[in-house]
């Protein structure tokens, strides 16, 4: 990535474990690596073979984007590679997708990205959109964005304070654990909304380590009450 050309490994690699709250000595004794090694790898003074890399990556829970650029700048070739859903040889993974979106009706359900942009949806979820500006809408069409924007479904939801925390909290932590262009500014952008500058320090309501599995969302659209509860499935 970006922020990584001209980079060493090392200093990356120090970068994440203080991000992380890790100290020298447990990090190595969790990966095996001992900590003098570990010492002279954030500072430069050895060159990590790619499998330390990958164990220290592992323990760090660093994004498998972000193993590459490790890799990269250690000067090894990156190991994970990426496909859009559009993919001819994602059809079968995009065919059993829109399956399981097709039987969810009729209740909302989307298929998001890394960044909750939505790359598929049935169409109980894209009605709920339909009445939105474009410029809510995107494309890309995000989640964020749309369920926080005072134009989008904020001006809709009932339990806005208790929904948009939860949001907010997912989108601060993915700004945490895997920091880029598009994920800052997201976070940028929806903080300053009106919306969510009204709800003051929404990050008392972080999300914890182990989240609802069922989250309540209630909308009113036209003269009806929706009652949602929302649930994430990681692939």
Same mark, same amino acid.
Request: charged share 20%.
């Given at each position: 990535? &970006?922020?990584?050309?001209?980079?060493?490994?090392?200093? %990356?690699?120090?970068?994440?474990? %203080? +991000?992380?709250?890790?100290?020298? $000595?447990?990090?190595?004794?969790?990966?095996?690596?001992?900590?003098?090694?570990?010492?002279?790898? #954030?500072?430069?003074?050895?060159?990590?073979?790619? #499998?330390?890399?990958? &164990? %220290?990556?592992?323990?760090?829970?660093?994004? @498998?984007?972000? +193993? =590459?650029? @490790?890799?990269? !700048? &250690?000067?090894?070739?990156?190991?994970?590679? #990426?496909?859009?859903?559009?993919?001819?040889? $994602?059809?079968?993974?995009?065919?059993?997708?829109?399956?399981?979106l097709d039987n969810h009706q009729p209740y909302p359900g989307a298929v998001i990205d890394r960044a909750? =942009? *939505? *790359?598929?949806?049935?169409? !109980?979820?894209?009605?709920?959109?339909? $009445? %939105?500006?474009?410029? *809510?809408?995107?494309?890309?069409? =995000? *989640?964020?964005?749309?369920?926080?924007?005072?134009?989008? @479904?904020? +001006?809709?939801?009932?339990?806005?304070? #208790?929904?948009?925390?939860?949001?907010?909290?997912?989108?601060?932590? @993915?700004?945490v654990l895997s920091p880029d262009d598009e994920v800052t500014g997201l976070l940028e952008e929806v903080?300053?909304?009106?919306?969510?500058? &009204?709800?003051?320090?929404?990050?008392?309501?972080?999300?914890?380590?182990?989240?609802?599995?069922?989250?309540?969302?209630?909308?009113?659209?036209?003269?009806?009450?929706?009652?949602?509860?929302?649930?994430?499935?990681?692939?």
């Open positions: 990535m &970006a922020r990584s050309v001209g980079r060493s490994a090392g200093p %990356l690699v120090r970068e994440w474990r %203080l +991000r992380r709250g890790r100290s020298q $000595m447990d990090l190595a004794l969790e990966t095996g690596v001992s900590p003098r090694h570990l010492s002279f790898v #954030e500072t430069g003074r050895s060159k990590p073979s790619p #499998e330390v890399l990958l &164990a %220290l990556a592992e323990a760090l829970s660093v994004p @498998l984007r972000e +193993r =590459n650029a @490790l890799l990269l !700048a &250690a000067g090894y070739a990156p190991r994970y590679h #990426e496909r859009s859903l559009e993919d001819p040889a $994602m059809a079968r993974v995009r065919h059993s997708l829109r399956r399981l909750w =942009n *939505v *790359v598929l949806a049935n169409p !109980a979820a894209t009605a709920l959109v339909d $009445m %939105l500006p474009a410029e *809510v809408v995107g494309p890309p069409t =995000n *989640v964020f964005r749309v369920c926080l924007h005072p134009e989008g @479904l904020a +001006r809709h939801t009932l339990n806005f304070p #208790e929904w948009a925390p939860y949001l907010l909290g997912h989108l601060q932590h @993915l700004a903080t300053g909304y009106p919306t969510v500058v &009204a709800l003051g320090d929404w990050r008392r309501a972080r999300v914890p380590e182990q989240p609802a599995l069922l989250v309540p969302w209630r909308l009113r659209r036209g003269g009806d009450e929706l009652a949602l509860f929302t649930t994430l499935t990681v692939f």
